[in-house]
């Protein structure tokens, strides 16, 4: 297979459409259409199910889709690590903002103290960024919140784990309770839980705002538009407008440090050594 057949019949499954497909890629229909047609044949099945309003995917369709944008991915990461290491000697570490800040402090801190150290630079993410930017090379080693962030296809050290706690506004009626339960998170009145955006870009169904970056996230907090469920370690970043209390009940949360599992990056494993001794 060629990558440009790959991205091809991506952009066509993607869209639906062969039309819709060929205005995005920049190229006209007819080659298109003979590029996937040529796929087709030299895999030996059918990918598409054609029709007058669009194409739908069969099955085999619908593994390459997923497979193939994993192989691009892949050679786009492939692309970006090389030329980075074409330039000065860095490491590029993804951490979602606002998230796990003493632990990255400490981290930055002992690893500049190594011997051989290079310069780390930090990339702050949105919610659920890190993997991504990990995946398709943007980084090189990432801080990861299982069970939020998906690991797969990655190598990971645990570095912690801690509870939950719901971030209210100060002053509230709950803050004087010493804990709380989940089902007790959801029924607070005029306090919805705040709604995190998936990794998908879609929200879950509930009353409570829409979120994907942690400023917004605290602010309406501190206006008493909703509350968040956040892992213990937020404390330190709260301020006096907010408060926090335990919930027992939630889910625990484990912070790793994860990269690609094929790196053979010596600055990479020198990194994760640092953060696993911490």
């Known amino acids: 297979m060629e990558t440009r057949e790959l991205?091809?019949?991506?952009?066509?499954?993607?869209?639906?459409?062969?039309?819709?497909?060929?205005?995005?890629?920049?190229?006209?229909?007819?080659?298109?259409?003979?590029a996937v047609q040529?796929?087709?044949?030299?895999?030996?099945?059918?990918?598409?199910?054609?029709?007058?309003?669009?194409?739908?995917?069969?099955?085999?369709?619908?593994?390459?889709?997923?497979?193939g944008r994993a192989a691009l991915d892949a050679v786009e990461a492939a692309g970006r690590r090389a030329s980075r290491a074409a330039g000065p000697a860095a490491v590029v570490l993804a951490t979602k903002a606002g998230a796990s800040s003493e632990l990255l402090a400490k981290l930055l801190g002992a690893y500049a103290a190594e011997p051989g150290s290079v310069h780390v630079e930090v990339a702050l993410c949105g919610i659920g960024e890190q993997g991504a930017m990990l995946r398709d090379g943007r980084a090189d080693v990432a801080l990861l919140h299982r069970p939020f962030d998906s690991v797969a296809g990655l190598d990971v050290e645990e570095l912690g784990t801690e509870?939950?706690?719901?971030?209210?506004?100060?002053?509230?009626?709950?803050?004087?309770?010493?804990?709380?339960?989940?089902?007790?998170?959801d029924d607070l009145?005029?306090?919805?839980p705040l709604r995190w955006r998936r990794a998908d870009g879609t929200y879950p169904p509930g009353p409570g705002a829409e979120i994907h970056e942690h400023v917004q996230m605290l602010q309406l907090v501190g206006l008493g538009r909703g509350?968040?469920?956040?892992?213990?370690?937020?404390?330190?970043?709260?301020?006096?407008d907010l408060a926090a209390v335990p919930v027992v009940d939630a889910p625990l949360v484990t912070t790793v440090i994860a990269w690609p599992a094929h790196s053979r990056s010596r600055t990479v494993?020198?990194?994760?050594?640092?953060?696993?001794?911490l």
């Open 7 to 34: 991205r091809y019949f991506v952009a066509v499954a993607e869209e639906g459409h062969f039309g819709r497909a060929a205005e995005r890629l920049g190229i006209a229909q007819p080659p298109l259409s003979r």
């Open 38 to 67: 040529q796929l087709e044949r030299r895999l030996g099945v059918q990918l598409l199910v054609r029709a007058s309003r669009g194409v739908t995917l069969t099955g085999p369709g619908e593994v390459l889709l997923a497979e």
């Open 163 to 185: 509870g939950q706690v719901l971030v209210v506004p100060a002053g509230h009626p709950v803050t004087l309770r010493p804990r709380l339960r989940l089902d007790e998170v």
């Open 189 to 192: 009145e005029g306090l919805p």
């Open 227 to 240: 509350s968040v469920l956040l892992p213990e370690s937020v404390r330190p970043l709260l301020g006096s």
């Open 269 to 277: 494993a020198d990194l994760v050594r640092t953060a696993t001794r």
